[in-house]
């Protein structure tokens, strides 16, 4: 997969690969001749980006994107290797693979694809018990880009160790200030303030309807060259882009509130699931960005709707799946169509869009069903048809009894502990229900 992925990225090919040819060497000889990104200025990435940069450095600028291509391949090596020690293993890295290949060459391009691989790992410990450790890898992927901590957040919400969760997020954190300010830096935050007054990136879903004025002459889209980036403007546009870090954080918010709420009432693994689908899925849709690699931060939520197993889960990874050969097809593919608003290319950024919509709204209605007390969609039929298909799976034979036992269909009465509970819980609890119209008998 890695090597037709590579062969993607030849830039004869595609131009997927730019940002690893030439903005990232750029950054590194900017910083040795006139002062380091995040530590003599300020910066839009958080300082731990410097990292695989740096490392892919080693053999020198010109070596630079051959060297980080070996490297995203082996740091996904190890992360594959661990996931096919979590139960299901086998589908979550099949998942994994299927995720990367439809979203194309961009995803082995962009810091995002070692924060994503820092994640599973991450993921792979929780799976074992190692609370501690799992924090502090979602932790090392924040300070490299923003988005797992919201990973974070879940595992915060959901798990009981909230005292070795904060402590490894605190140590982690800690240590990075620390050397930043060892380094002389007064902007290792600066990460947290250089969003603000950037414009409206054509593929964020709040320019869709901007990017369709461009498309019948009203509008246009620019190049802004220093963030690197097309932009839209036109009347109301300055608006949007200022509202859409406020509306962010407080989605983001809302959300937790909501998952809170529901990960303490009665379907604890189901709110979990949802809650980190719902948090990533927000952070998309309400960004002003919106960069193709950013379905790379689905990854994870992918990964545990498929974990989760229930016709419902794998409806959401469907839905994920899906964003992810849009925004192949939209870059790199036919990009060049739509920084100049062709139509055609507008349409299938618009069809992106309202996946990218689709899968918010349909884990906030699921999260708020998991928030309701009483049984999740518990008929006897799909009961049946859940212990039919674990019965193929010898780490889940527990969950599927379980399941019975929870409505009574089972030989038994006694309720028994569940195998295959969602990793970012770990609480031997309830466990995720089969699928149904919410029938309540």
């Given at each position: 997969?890695?090597?037709?992925?590579?062969?993607?990225?030849?830039?004869?090919?595609?131009?997927?690969?730019?940002?690893?040819?030439?903005?990232?060497?750029?950054?590194?000889?900017?910083?040795?001749?006139?002062?380091?990104?995040?530590?003599?200025?300020?910066?839009?990435?958080?300082?731990?980006?410097?990292?695989?940069?740096?490392?892919?450095?080693?053999?020198?600028?010109?070596?630079?994107?051959?060297?980080?291509?070996?490297?995203?391949?082996?740091?996904?090596?190890?992360?594959?290797?661990?996931?096919?020690?979590?139960?299901?293993?086998?589908?979550?890295?099949?998942?994994?693979?299927?995720?990367?290949?439809?979203?194309?060459?961009?995803?082995?391009?962009?810091?995002?694809?070692?924060?994503?691989?820092?994640?599973?790992?991450?993921?792979?410990?929780?799976?074992?018990?190692?609370?501690?450790?799992?924090?502090?890898?979602?932790?090392?992927?924040?300070?490299?880009?923003?988005?797992?901590?919201?990973?974070?957040?879940?595992?915060?919400?959901?798990?009981?160790?909230?005292?070795?969760?904060?402590?490894?997020?605190?140590?982690?954190?800690?240590?990075?200030?620390?050397?930043?300010?060892?380094?002389?830096?007064?902007?290792?935050?600066?990460?947290?303030?250089?969003?603000?007054?950037?414009?409206?990136?054509?593929?964020?879903?709040?320019?869709?309807?901007?990017?369709?004025?461009?498309?019948?002459?009203?509008?246009?889209?620019?190049?802004?060259?220093?963030?690197?980036?097309?932009?839209?403007?036109?009347?109301?546009?300055?608006?949007?882009?200022?509202?859409?870090?406020?509306?962010?954080?407080?989605?983001?918010?809302?959300?937790?509130?909501?998952?809170?709420?529901?990960?303490?009432?009665?379907?604890?693994?189901?709110?979990?699931?949802?809650?980190?689908?719902?948090?990533?899925?927000?952070?998309?849709?309400?960004?002003?960005?919106?960069?193709?690699?950013?379905?790379?931060?689905?990854?994870?939520?992918?990964?545990?709707?498929?974990?989760?197993?229930?016709?419902?889960?794998?409806?959401?990874?469907?839905?994920?799946?899906?964003?992810?050969?849009?925004?192949?097809?939209?870059?790199?593919?036919?990009?060049?169509?739509?920084?100049?608003?062709?139509?055609?290319?507008?349409?299938?950024?618009?069809?992106?869009?309202?996946?990218?919509?689709?899968?918010?709204?349909?884990?906030?209605?699921?999260?708020?069903?998991?928030?309701?007390?009483?049984?999740?969609?518990?008929?006897?039929?799909?009961?049946?048809?859940?212990?039919?298909?674990?019965?193929?799976?010898?780490?889940?034979?527990?969950?599927?009894?379980?399941?019975?036992?929870?409505?009574?269909?089972?030989?038994?009465?006694?309720?028994?502990?569940?195998g295959g509970e969602a990793a970012l819980v770990g609480d031997r609890e309830e466990p995720i229900a089969g699928d149904a119209d919410d029938e309540r008998r």
């Open positions: 997969m890695h090597a037709l992925l590579a062969i993607l990225n030849i830039p004869s090919v595609t131009d997927a690969y730019g940002d690893v040819r030439t903005v990232y060497p750029f950054w590194v000889q900017q910083s040795v001749e006139g002062g380091w990104l995040g530590i003599d200025v300020e910066w839009v990435y958080p300082l731990l980006a410097w990292v695989p940069i740096l490392v892919s450095n080693v053999l020198g600028t010109d070596a630079l994107p051959l060297v980080w291509m070996l490297m995203v391949t082996a740091l996904d090596a190890v992360a594959f290797a661990l996931l096919l020690r979590m139960p299901r293993g086998h589908v979550l890295a099949w998942v994994w693979l299927g995720l990367q290949v439809a979203l194309g060459p961009v995803a082995l391009g962009r810091i995002d694809t070692v924060a994503v691989a820092v994640c599973i790992i991450g993921l792979a410990v929780l799976r074992q018990g190692r609370t501690g450790w799992a924090a502090a890898a979602f932790t090392v992927a924040a300070w490299m880009k923003v988005w797992p901590g919201v990973l974070y957040l879940a595992m915060l919400i959901a798990r009981r160790e909230r005292g070795r969760i904060l402590l490894a997020g605190a140590l982690v954190s800690g240590a990075v200030l620390a050397v930043a300010a060892l380094l002389g830096s007064e902007h290792a935050l600066s990460f947290l303030f250089q969003q603000g007054d950037r414009g409206l990136q054509i593929e964020a879903v709040a320019a869709t309807p901007f990017m369709w004025l461009a498309a019948f002459g009203d509008g246009y889209v620019y190049f802004d060259r220093q963030i690197y980036t097309f932009q839209i403007d036109y009347d109301g546009v300055s608006q949007v882009a200022e509202l859409a870090t406020p509306v962010l954080v407080a989605a983001v918010a809302a959300l937790c509130v909501l998952g809170a709420v529901a990960v303490r009432r009665a379907h604890r693994h189901e709110a979990i699931v949802w809650l980190a689908v719902a948090l990533v899925a927000a952070l998309i849709v309400t960004n002003k960005v919106g960069s193709p690699q950013f379905v790379l931060w689905l990854t994870l939520p992918a990964l545990l709707l498929a974990e989760a197993g229930a016709r419902r889960h794998w409806i959401g990874v469907g839905a994920i799946g899906l964003v992810a050969l849009l925004t192949q097809l939209q870059f790199p593919w036919t990009y060049e169509w739509l920084v100049v608003a062709d139509p055609l290319a507008v349409l299938l950024l618009t069809l992106r869009n309202l996946v990218h919509v689709g899968i918010l709204v349909g884990a906030v209605v699921m999260l708020v069903r998991a928030a309701r007390r009483g049984p999740f969609a518990l008929s006897g039929d799909e009961r049946r048809e859940q212990v039919a298909n674990a019965a193929r799976l010898d780490e889940e034979g527990v969950v599927a009894e379980a399941a019975l036992e929870h409505d009574g269909f089972g030989a038994g009465g006694a309720r028994r502990d569940a």
